[in-house]
């Protein structure tokens, strides 16, 4: 992850779970296996040259194994 999440996700939503997934033999492969949902929310970010930016952030996320593969879907200020 090339940059922080500062304070809490707000607005948390899954949009994809099950077979709506388009790879949870990679994320079983890499993180184990568990029940992947696809998951949605805003929040700060710091980037890596010290900027604060409110963001839209996507990642993926199992019960027991916790949140992965956070990424920047676009930027909301």
């Known amino acids: ?3 922080e ?3 809490d996700i707000q607005g ?4 994809a779970s099950g077979r709506g997934i388009r790879e949870p033999a990679r994320l079983q492969k890499v993180y184990g ?7 949605k929310g805003v929040a ?8 604060v930016r ?7 996320e199992a019960s027991g194994i916790g949140r992965r593969e ?3 879907k676009r930027f909301l200020d």
Not at 12 to 15: G, I, L, P, Q
């Open 1 to 3: 992850m090339w940059f």
């Open 5 to 7: 999440i500062l304070g």
């Open 12 to 15: 948390v939503e899954t949009f």
């Open 33 to 39: 296996r568990g029940n992947w949902r696809k998951r």
């Open 44 to 51: 700060e970010i710091r980037l890596p040259d010290g900027t």
């Open 54 to 60: 409110l963001a839209e952030i996507h990642w993926y």
């Open 70 to 72: 956070f990424k920047i």
